[in-house]
């Protein structure tokens, strides 16, 4: 028996563990699953405070806080012997004293570590016959809001500000049956990463205000996505409902972003798919631009686009890598040289208690694949010659004109939104936007990443690969299909060293490295 | 009036004297740089110097009010939320205006056997205040104490750092003239 390693039994199961792990984790592994509350993996501190983990291990003559206890070589465990279940009941009894119990127009019901323990432990009806104590709410950041009263101060809140963020300006303030949660008065916490505090709290009582009453846990609907606001590559779970984002949770991905994600990544996806959204192909007759078919519209581009002739291109850095593979098979085709990709930079904020997670200079979540794919960045949208060809792919052309490429002969605008400078375009065709379509991304660090699909684009818009798969079959029949998103990553892939021996059911959800990283440039 | 003193005692001097000299600033004047010189002093690290700061600033203003918070947050590196959070947990640094005269009433067991209820309610309706509010005129505040160690000569009453022993409800109105007569000191 190595030495770094520790062999326990916990309910009967034995299970070997590093040296140094808490029995709660050891408990995990050997499937049993201590309720706990101010304990959370991401979290170094453990105070030990909620007193929900007690367990009893055998020879010692109290039970035990499962969370600090470090596993030791032939303990006994029972994390469901008598006396620690009575000792949780109490626990939850006592948490329950002063508690609303108002579930029903709670936004963490359904999702709430109270709730299921006191389902799973609690009695029916409290003996507590006293007046309940009335905290109110406060609100705590500009979008935080906080319900004293639901807190039942496991402290995750503070512990992750002052350990991970490091900003000690949340604190409990009064103490006992009293204590509340509070920033100094008149201030309000101001951190780039304080939305994790609402993740960490395991009750209702701090809440995101855009979530407030928005939806209930059981109505989302659920997607594993990639977060789409900088290059670091967040892991983040969509939650839908009715076809519209209400709120995006960091996903634990331990090389990536841990259990954590900033603010303006949260904002992000909810913000991405609003205004004037693209939903029918568009085709230019005359003077107008005229809604058709997809078939239409494809069969129109592949007569008369001007196939080999040359001209300018420019794509954005928040395509997914099949797109801005597909699309350079589609540039390669118009006879266009590489094109170029705007990248629209920020000030970096770091996370001093986790130091891999940065919000990255690079506000768009694929330049690496971009550059992957060889297209390189540039600062203008570029401007085509009278009659030349001009594609510009994803780029919003924010700062463009509504004459941008009226000269140009011929003007394919492939987007999400209807913009001012897509105005001369010959032809329009709807993309679908961030979280309408299955993918992958490379982040700064050459990790690819699946995402996928959360709802459903606006009327007929498509994913980007599938568009351009559909019209390049149409000029060169014998192309093999890109029938799902599998299959455009293996053909991606197949055409890309830097993937190889990558396929998108072998990323799975935590990702996968390009070989030769350091072919990735230009990423920060 | 500065009284002169010496860093052993600088964190055990009495927890409250009532409005006498009110500021401010806590940390301009030379016997505000002097005393958090000497309580820093006393520690290893300044965080440690927080209650002995706390303390002085009530001991100047009579309660600890949010911008003496910011003061000694400032002073000691600390971040003012950190200071609020201190200073709420100990009941006995005042969070409100005390008032020029702070009376509290002891109504621990020995105390409460000899009346101390009454004497509470007596105090209550001689200034017309409610429990730990500070009447209008700003000269009395009037709350219950835990146990203030004189239970050989219950009811205790303490009115800022002064001790009253013996008081009944009848009595009452001799203390207030008593205080009343010998201004706030």
Redesign the interface.
Known sequence: MSEHVVSLTVDGVEVKVPAGTPVIQAAERAGSVVPHYCYHPGIPSRPAQCRMCLVEIEGQPKLQPSCVMIAQEGMIVHTQSEQALEARRSVIEFLLLNHPLDCPICDAAGQCMLQDYAYETGQLSSRYEEPKLVLGRDRIAEDILYFADRCIICTRCVRFMEDIAG?????????GHKAYI??????ELEHAFRGNIVDVCPVGALVHEDFVFKARAWDMDTAPGICAGCSQGCNIEVNVKENQVVRVKPRYNADVNGYWMCDEGRRHLVMANRGLRLDVPMIRRGDVLEAVTWSEAIEWIAASAPWGAGGVAVVHPGESNETLFALRELIGALGIAGGGYRMSRGEEVELPGFPRLKLRQDRAPNGAGAELFGFSETDAVPVPEAGQTLLVAGDRLLDAGSDYGAQAGFYVYLGTHMTEGASSATVILPLAGAGEADGTYVNFDGLVQRFHQAMQPPGVARPGWMVIDRLLREVEPDRPPMRDVAAAFGSMAAATPELEGLSWRGLGLKGGRTAGRATVTGAR | MTRKIHPAVVSAQPFQVANLRPTDRLFEDEEGRDRLEKAISRYPDKRAALLPMLAYAQERNGWVSPESMQQVAEALDLTPAYVNSVATFYTMYNKHPTGRHMIQVCTCVACHLCGGEEVFEAFLEATGTVPGAMSEDGKYVVMEAECLGACGFATAVQVNDRYFENVTPETVGEVLARLEQDGGE
Do not use: E, I, K, M
Request: glycine share 6%; no cysteine.
């Open positions: 900003d000690n300006s949340l604190v409990v303030a009064q103490r509070d920033t100094f008065p008149g201030q």
